[in-house]
């Protein structure tokens, strides 16, 4: 989470953010589990409650489907594009 922060306050996308447990970038084609899948949707729906008022209900539905870490990557960079509106 602190990445994610990070990320948003220097400008950077937070999509770029997935890491392993050693810090290193996971690649695109890495099947998503269970522990990245529920912190992209908790996000996901904290921004959606919070900051977005229900923009993000496809996002949120497209993460719970998502099978691939570049599938979760585009989703978030999605949700990030309306953040920065």
């Known amino acids: ?3 994610m922060n990070n990320a948003w306050r220097s400008g ?13 970038s996971l690649p695109d084609s890495r099947a998503v589990d269970i522990s990245l899948r529920a912190s992209v949707v908790l996000a996901l729906r904290v921004y959606n409650s919070q900051i977005l008022e229900g923009q993000l209900r496809p996002h949120i539905a497209m993460a719970l489907a998502a099978q691939t870490v570049g599938q979760v990557r585009r989703i978030i960079a999605s949700a990030d594009r309306l953040l920065r509106r």
Do not use: E, H, K
């Open 1 to 3: 989470m602190d990445n």
């Open 12 to 24: 950077g996308s937070v999509a770029s953010v997935l890491v392993d447990a050693a810090g290193l």
